[in-house]
């Protein structure tokens, strides 16, 4: 088996074994107990609280309208898994029971975060989506670049746990949300190993220089920065290319530096702050 087509099957399975784990956490946690965790998923709970329309049906509808908005922010492979991840989704929640693992609404937070986070996490290692507030973010970044990625996704996924404390009349169901959320994207950004940020800056020292920043600069969109830097050891001139992305576009560029220079050395860190360029401008941020 060629090695593309082992890589294709190991990100089938990483996509059908994260969806599955997500879906489980839909419906054994979230559903029963209103604990949720935001985004399209969040959404679609509350929805059925408050229509009675199945939640694998409204998120479906949802991500799919989202995908046909934002496809071209996306790159083939990632498109391809996306639109897998999604119809599985809606498969797994029609015919997995709706069933609550525990009566405990602190419980069901707490683990449906969890298991949801890994879910997720596996999804992503393939560069897919789940459709969700990563792709509306991608959508809200490519037609006001103004807009902070990591601004517009706590945005969405608060107004979604704001509504869903509504539809419940329940501020605890509310904070215990807000709670899950927090923890499901502890345990999605374990499985990545990206740390805890929205924002990524990785320093990625080639010998591919040109031929990496190229093709990053083509499949990004985005700004990169060449500086100088020196072997210590070989004193030998090197270019360190500087990146800074958001999350969903994180296993992207590893992928890409993989393919382009698998000897890269590569250094990843959380960006606490941003300011300029297609980030938040600093009269924003400053005082």
Known sequence: ??????????????????????????????????????????????????????????????????????????????????????????????????????????????FGGSISGVGLGLIFLTSATTGGTDLLGRIINAYFPNIKFQNAMYSIDGLVLILNGIANGSTEIL????????????????????????????????????????ILLKELGRGLTSLKGEGLYSKKEKDVILCVVPRSQFIEVKEIIKETDPNAFIMVTDMAEIYGGSFTKLEEGGE
């Open 175 to 214: 904070l215990l949300s807000v709670m899950t959320i927090f923890i499901e994207f502890t345990f999605l950004n374990k499985i990545l190993g990206a740390g805890g940020g929205y924002t990524k800056g990785l320093f990625i020292i080639s010998e591919k220089p040109r031929e990496l920043g190229d």
């Open 1 to 110: 088996m060629s090695n593309t087509k082992q890589d294709w099957a190991k990100n089938i399975l990483l996509c059908t074994v994260g969806t599955l784990i997500a879906s489980i956490a839909i419906n054994f946690f979230m559903v029963p107990s209103s604990v949720i965790s935001g985004g399209v998923r969040g959404l679609a709970i509350v929805l059925m609280k408050v229509t009675g329309i199945p939640v694998y049906v409204t998120n479906l509808v949802i991500n799919i309208i989202l995908f046909v908005l934002g496809y071209r922010t996306l790159k083939k492979k990632t498109a391809y898994l996306t639109i897998y991840s999604m119809i599985l989704m809606a498969i797994f929640l029609k015919f997995i029971p709706i069933k609550p693992f525990t009566d405990n609404q602190f419980l069901a937070g707490v």
